[in-house]
């Protein structure tokens, strides 16, 4: 009997203590934080344990390289100084600021030479791994971008193939949630074209032995303590199938929306105190990553403006909803 209790006592103490989820935020400019400053600042100050990186893969039709150039060692220096300041998970974000073309199969080919040399590139500067960003922020799943499922799915198996061979030890990380988002876009008249394509694009994306592939969801974005816990169980089930048999490395990133109400207004989009309920919920849902979705530069005081004037207590926040990294 006092075995079992001595067992029980080990097994609560080793979940008490567990590792907490990493921090991420997003996202850095690449051309304009690369440098010691921001490094300590997100690491130091804010206390991110990793950040998304924008336009070192401005476009889709962006070739950053097949060799070691000025561009791999850039991000090389970005990787090991933001690393000094503890902010080591880094994810190159590749985000559709251009229509794609999904019937031009020299155009397809093109993407998925660029992703595979991306991702070359990100094995080079130790990045952790590549961060999907597929809102359609241009025509991509549909609209102008034209193709149809299988076009688009063998796509992604070729795109997620190149960017395996290249990095088969990096995590891929997927935003936001494709099939959620197609389910409450289906039936609206969207300029872009909408969401359709994107989740055959995923299923082909998927059909690699990837070692991590993190959704990170939006849905939280504002989301109660007890609506975090449902978009979470959810974004499970949506993706549960997707995989090759027998495989499923997969985990769900929560993301949260605490500042910045447009790229030119700071203002707070949660109070101190939902930033923090939400903050410690997210931290329980998940043992990969949570992640902070920062509106223009609301987390900097720069040129657009300084923070919102209880700004410390956000950064509280931070410091405390999970400490055992």
């Not at 989820?21 to 440098?35: C, G, M, S």
């Not at 080591?88 to 040399?117: E, H, M, R």
């Not at 993190?214 to 007890?226: D, F, L, V, W």
């Not at 040129?303 to 950064?315: A, D, E, I, K, T």
């Amino acid at each position: 009997m006092a075995r079992i209790i001595v067992m029980l006592l080990c097994l609560a103490f080793s979940d008490w203590v567990r590792a907490c989820p990493k921090l991420l935020y997003a996202a850095l400019n690449y051309n304009t934080d690369n440098n010691s400053v921001d490094a300590k600042y997100w690491g130091k100050t804010v206390g991110v344990q990793g950040v998304f990186i924008n336009y070192l893969m401005t476009y889709w039709t962006t070739n950053v390289g097949a060799a070691p150039n000025s561009l791999w060692n850039g991000a090389k220096q970005f990787q090991q100084t933001y690393a000094k300041y503890g902010v080591t998970d880094n994810f190159i974000k590749v985000s559709i600021y251009s229509n794609l073309d999904w019937n031009d199969p020299s155009v397809v080919a093109q993407y998925v030479t660029n992703f595979g040399n991306l991702a070359k590139l990100a094995k080079y500067a130790g990045f952790k791994g590549i961060a999907l960003d597929l809102e359609p922020y241009r025509s991509a799943w549909g609209g102008v971008a034209g193709g149809n499922e299988q076009i688009v799915q063998a796509a992604g198996q070729s795109i997620g193939q190149a960017m395996f061979q290249a990095y088969p030890g990096m995590t891929l990380i997927i935003l936001p949630d494709v099939v959620y988002q197609t389910d409450v876009t289906k039936d609206l008249t969207l300029s872009t074209g909408g969401y359709a394509l994107s989740v055959p694009f995923v299923t082909g994306l998927f059909q690699q032995s990837w070692k991590q592939v993190i959704m990170a969801t939006e849905g939280t974005y504002r989301a109660s303590p007890a609506s975090i816990l449902h978009w979470v169980d959810v974004t499970y089930a949506n993706y549960a199938g997707m995989f090759p048999a027998g495989q499923f490395p997969f985990s769900v990133a929560p993301g949260i929306w605490p500042l910045g109400v447009s790229p030119t207004d700071k203002s707070a989009v949660m109070t101190v105190d939902q930033f923090q309920q939400s903050l410690d919920t997210d931290y329980t849902v998940t043992d990969t990553y949570v992640w902070i979705f920062g509106m223009g530069t609301a987390w900097q005081s720069d040129q657009y403006g300084p923070v919102v004037s209880n700004f410390p207590q956000y950064l509280n926040v931070v410091r405390h909803a999970c400490t055992t990294h």
